[in-house]
């Protein structure tokens, strides 16, 4: 099944390169956890005049059943669009994988199967 994926450019031009490499860490997540059934990712440039070009930021926001995974990496903007993504997918992955271990050892604990 495909997963519902919304891509939003703020500032930032679009392109099928980013989209590409947007949809490959998507892909990634999905492999971690089939129970995935949303992503949103935003990709912004804020209005700001640098003297040292753009500070990209990216947000990413997850959606399994019962819970959603907000990852906000504003706080830590990066020059290159590339690494912003994976810093922020990155970021995603550890909390994917926090919310996965949490729910087997509630599972574990009620004596039902993990999700």
């Known amino acids: 099944m495909q997963l519902p994926l919304e891509i939003d450019y703020r500032n930032v031009q679009s392109s099928a390169a980013i989209d590409e490499a947007v949809r490959k860490r998507v892909t990634r997540l999905q492999r971690m956890s089939p129970r995935l059934v949303g992503c949103h990712v935003v990709l912004e440039a804020p209005h700001h005049h640098h003297h040292q070009g753009n500070a990209y930021q990216v947000h990413v926001r997850l959606t399994v059943p019962g819970a959603e995974i ?6 830590k903007p990066h020059e290159d669009l590339y690494v912003a993504i994976g810093d922020a997918f990155d970021a995603a992955e550890r909390q994917l994988e926090t919310r996965m271990n949490k729910a087997r050892e509630e599972a574990r604990h009620d004596g039902s199967h993990a999700p």
Not at 70 to 75: E, T
């Open 70 to 75: 907000a990852v906000n990496r504003g706080h």
